[in-house]
Each structure stands twice: as C-alpha cells, then as structure tokens.
C-alpha cells in the first residue's frame, strides 16, 4: 500500500524537476495526483498506467489534448533552449532545409531566367536601400531563414504558421508562432471553435484562424480573425481529424528529462568523491602536535589541510593517511542505460541513433540502410515544406504578373525546388553507381546533375556553367599566352586542340544542291536526259520516272515534277486514249514507217 508523503517532503522529493535538490534527500515516492500535475501530458512517467479510455483517446482535439500539447509545447522548448536535444533539432533543420532553392521550368529558358530572378530577388538575394529584405515583414530575415525557423518551429512546438499580407512594396510574409495561434490561456473548446480554427460544423473545413498578439510579459490580447486565403500553415499531423500541430519530442519528453536528472545525479556524486584526497585517523582519538598543521575546518568542525604536490608529512605516533580510492562512476552499466535511452529518443524522432548521438556508429551495410532510412525521413519533411512553399511562391508571382514585372506563361507555377546535397555515406560507391545506372539508362542525367548540384541546378545549368568557365579559361589563357592544358591539365586535356577545330571553318565544302550539275555528275546528268526521254517517247510512265529521279539522284520531289514531261502525242492517236499511250508494236510499226524515208534519201 503507498503511502503519501507530508507536504514538504513532497515538494522536496519534486525538487529535481526545476531545481537542484537541496536538504536531506527523502524518499523518491510520488503521490500520483502531484505527479499528474507535475508532467501533464503523461499522467504515469515513471510506469506504464492505464490509457485513458475513450476520453483520453478518441477525439483528437479534444479539452484534455488541447491542455496537454500546451503543456508539452512549453516543456519542448525549454529542453531546446536548455538541453542538448535543441542541438539536435537544429542539426536536423540544417539537414532538412539545407542550401533551399527553386528553379522555374516553364520549357522557356527566358522565361524562367526573369522568374527566378525575380524570386530570388524577393526572397532575399537582393536588399531595399533600408538593408530590409523583402519577403518578411519585419524585414529581417530571408526566405530560406524563414522556411528554417518555420521548420524547426513545426518540430519543437507542433506547428507554425505565415500570415501573407499585400503592402504597396509588395507581399510579405509574417511569421506566427504556434502559441498565438489561438490564446494557450484560453481553454474554451467547442464543436466550431479548435485551438484557434473556427470550422464549419457539417464539413470541418476552417472558416477562419484567430491569432493573438503575444506581449513580452505573456499577455494575450489584440486577436484578429484571418481568412484561410491569407493563412499558410505548417505542420505535419498524426491523425485525419487533427487541427493543431503536437510537438515531434512528445514520446522523448520523459526520456530527456531522465537523462538531464540522472547525469546532474551522477555529476554531484562525481564532484563528491573527487573533493577529498584522503583521511587521517588516529588510534588515540586525541589531538597530537600536527594538529598546528591544519589550517581549516569543514562546517562539522571536523580539522582540515590543505593538500600540498610532491611534499610528504610527518605523522606523529599512531596517525594513518588512508587515501581514498579515485571514483570510478560513471560505470558502465550507467552509460549503457544512457544509451538506451538515447536510442529510444532517436526512435521518437524516426531517425537513427548515429544521427542523432553518435556518428561513429555508423559503418557498413548498416550504415547504407540506417542513412536511407534517415533520408526518407528527412524527404517526408522536404515534400511537407514544399506544398506550403509553392503557395506563397504562386502568390508572389501572382502579384508580380498583375503589376507587370514579369511575363505571364501558362506553366509558371511549374518549378522544382531543390534542397542541395543529399546526405551520402560512401561517396566513390555513390558516384559509381549512379554512373552506371546512367549507362545503363535507368536513370536521366538530369536527375544526376540535380543530385550532386551544390547550387541546385539542372543538366541544363551545369553544361552553362562548363561552358562559361572553358570560354574564361581561354581567355585567360590567350592573354597569359599559357596553354589551356596547363591550366588544368586534368580537367583539359585537349583543349587547345579541340577549341582551334571548332572555332575553324570546315576543310570539306557543303554538299551541293540537290538536282545541280555538282550533286548528279555528268554521267548523272547523261542519265536523266536519256530518262526524260523515255517519259516523252511514252517509254516509261512519267509517275515511275519522277520517283526514279527523287530516289537515285536526290532531287527533292518540287523538281522531280518539274523537270519530268509530259508524253507527247503523236498524229493519229486518239487524245482520249487510255492512260500509258500505244503499246509497244504500234511504236515499233512507226519506228519503222519513220525509217524507210530516210534510207531512200540516202
């Protein structure tokens, strides 16, 4: 049977919550009400308790789950702010969010210049005359911070939010924090009304976001009704009828805490034992004549000397110095411990041990399979960033057609954005893979160029920065009068080779005409009389001639036509006879007729 403990040991048996412990230590009982109280959102810590039931559990939104994410959300930040966790939430927005940059693909290489130019512009690359940016607000920060702040807001306190507002300069974003997204003090839930979403009671769809001005003493007042237009919300939700973001360190909370308490605990016992060198005893129990050599006394009364390098004390008849054994903590079942509950940590946040504590973990097939593991997660986090990305993309881009800044294209919202450099293991087995993968045609060099591109870029961006950087390498080595190969000799190897026969003209002239003298030669041309011929003597279909001469002596088919006649008529033909002319013993009867003149005249 537990029994409670009286009030002031109770609060110095929670001492450790907030501060270090103090005073005697008592007994680490818990009154499971105080604990409840304590921790909030769990109500058991310390053990597995009962779940809940239907009212802890069935709705998602419900008054108890509206007050634990509150509660969780405050203690997520001050383990952030305080603890080591906050130092691998920023390692993981460095990695999720990393070198962010997108890139138009309208299919008009113009085009996308001025667009992306424009963005970029917006998003920071370029400052006013003030030094203020021009994609936030306050003017301080640029997208791609923005996007990193919003990030590792999604993750530390569940969700975060921008609020878009259309000034004269231009859109503008505002960042909102997840505690003004609604009042955290306000714990009015209903059927319509969900941490700050109105909703409409027959679909669920938000009607409107109430946001709060926060003051720097913690009030809450000033709230302002947004349209879900203006509103882009950032969060990646556990269930279908969540409204509100939970903070990702939820399962870790305890697990943190734990190990923050336990390793102050041992840090104490540590300095404890590393505070005394030894002790003098003596069998009589009485003062001798070394006791002029203390100088000090502890807070008992008990005398003191200070310890001295390299000088030995003459002890007086029946003294001893029992030196104290060096401490040997913390042990190594204690650090297994705080393995484990690392381990369980990194599981919370569906990331690998070795990311999140220990690099050196890492090595192997299983390091292949742990780091893609980690990058699927941390792709999950990419694509929940990119839909609220491309909206605001589409909403500045929206505004700059309206006002003319830059031309309108049917596939202007068409864009990838790109994140830089994946996250990779063994970079030679990479590299060799992915090349043989593109040798193989399995995957488009477009794809490989994306992959590798430290600046975002496509197939297209690199083959222009190569190209830009041969052209300023033969410039410069036409002024140096230095070889290009020497330059960088392994880069170009024939450089100078290959650019003197593509600056050159061609030693073999262009092919001639089709149907000139040059192109069929005079035996050609000898040919295609005798074949003209034959069509005007009605020796050979005009059709079966025309193909001849496109076929064999590459005439294009306008002058095949042209020069190809027509078979000519002869006197007592009838000109409605059938298509093909007179047969061949007709024409070989006036061969003969035609003849006989001539050889009497001779």
């Known amino acids: 049977m537990k029994k409670n403990l009286p009030a002031a040991e109770v609060r110095s048996s929670l001492n450790f919550l907030d501060t270090p412990i103090d005073g005697p230590l008592v007994a680490l009982a818990f009154n499971e009400k105080l604990a409840a109280h304590a921790f909030g959102y769990n109500p058991q810590p310390h053990h597995r308790g009962g779940s809940g039931g239907q009212a802890g559990n069935a709705a998602s939104e419900s008054w108890a789950k509206h007050r634990d994410r509150i509660k969780a959300m405050w203690d997520a930040r001050d383990l952030c702010t305080y603890d080591w966790i906050g130092g691998v939430m920023g390692r993981i927005a460095l990695y999720v969010v990393g070198d962010l940059m997108c890139k138009t693909s309208t299919g008009d290489p113009e085009v996308d210049q001025l667009v992306d130019d424009y963005f970029h512009n917006w998003c920071g690359d370029e400052e006013d005359d003030d030094g203020f940016t021009q994609c936030d607000v306050t003017g301080r920060f640029r997208f791609i911070k923005l996007v990193q702040l919003a990030f590792l807001a999604m993750l530390v306190d569940g969700d975060h939010a921008f609020v878009v507002w259309l000034l004269e300069e231009g859109v503008k974003l505002q960042s909102i924090e997840a505690d003004r997204i609604g009042s955290p003090v306000d714990g009015r839930q209903s059927e319509t009304y969900i941490g700050g979403f109105t909703v409409d009671p027959e679909t669920g769809r938000p009607e409107s976001i109430r946001v709060f001005n ?130 369980k940590m990194a599981v919370s946040l569906k990331l690998s041990y070795g990311f999140v504590w220990d690099l050196a973990t890492l090595g192997g097939v299983t390091a292949r399979v742990e780091v893609r593991a980690d990058e699927r997660q941390i792709n999950h986090w990419q694509r929940s960033m990119v839909t609220p990305m ?20 049917p596939k202007l919202g068409s ?141 294009y088919p306008e002058q095949a036509e042209q020069i190809c006649p027509q078979p000519i008529a002869r006197p007592g033909e009838d000109d409605g006879s059938e298509v093909g002319g007179p047969t061949e013993p007709q024409f070989g009867q006036r061969k003969r007729k035609l003849a006989k003149p001539k050889a009497k005249d001779r």
């Not at 993309?393 to 800044?405: K, Q, S, T």
């Open 214 to 343: 926060r003051t720097r003493h913690g009030q809450y007042n000033k709230p302002v009704e947004i349209e879900p237009a203006r509103f882009v919300h950032i969060w990646d939700p556990d269930r279908s009828d969540q409204y509100r973001g939970v903070t990702a360190l939820l399962r870790l909370l305890n697990d943190c805490r734990d190990i923050r308490e336990t390793i102050e605990a041992e840090r104490l016992a540590i300095k404890d034992q590393s505070q005394f060198v030894g002790a003098m005893t003596s069998k009589y129990g009485q003062a001798t004549a070394n006791d002029a050599a203390f100088d000090g006394k502890t807070v008992g009364g008990t005398p003191t000397q200070a310890a001295q390098w390299g000088k030995w004390l003459r002890l007086a008849e029946g003294e001893n110095v029992n030196f104290l054994t060096p401490s040997s903590r913390p042990s190594g079942a204690f650090m297994q411990f705080m393995q484990i509950l690392i381990r």
């Open 390 to 409: 491309r909206r605001i993309r589409r909403m500045v881009l929206d505004h700059a057609v309206g006002m003319g800044l830059i031309p309108s294209h």
């Open 415 to 555: 864009c990838a954005w790109h994140f830089g450099q994946r996250i990779i293991t063994d970079v030679g087995y990479e590299v060799q893979n992915d090349i043989q993968l593109l040798n193989a045609g399995l995957v488009a060099a477009d794809d490989i160029s994306t992959k590798y591109s430290t600046a975002g870029g496509s197939l297209r961006d690199v083959l222009q920065r190569n190209a830009a950087a041969v052209l300023a390498g033969q410039e410069i080595s036409s002024q140096t009068r230095v070889p290009l190969e020497l330059l960088a000799a392994a880069l170009w190897p024939n450089a100078t080779q290959l650019l003197a026969a593509s600056n050159s003209p061609p030693d073999n002239p262009p092919p001639p005409e089709p149907g000139s003298l040059e192109a069929v030669g005079d035996k050609g041309a000898g040919q295609i009389v005798d074949l003209l011929s034959k069509v005007a003597m009605g020796q050979m279909e005009r059709e079966s001639a025309v193909q001849t001469l496109i076929t064999v002596y590459g005439l």
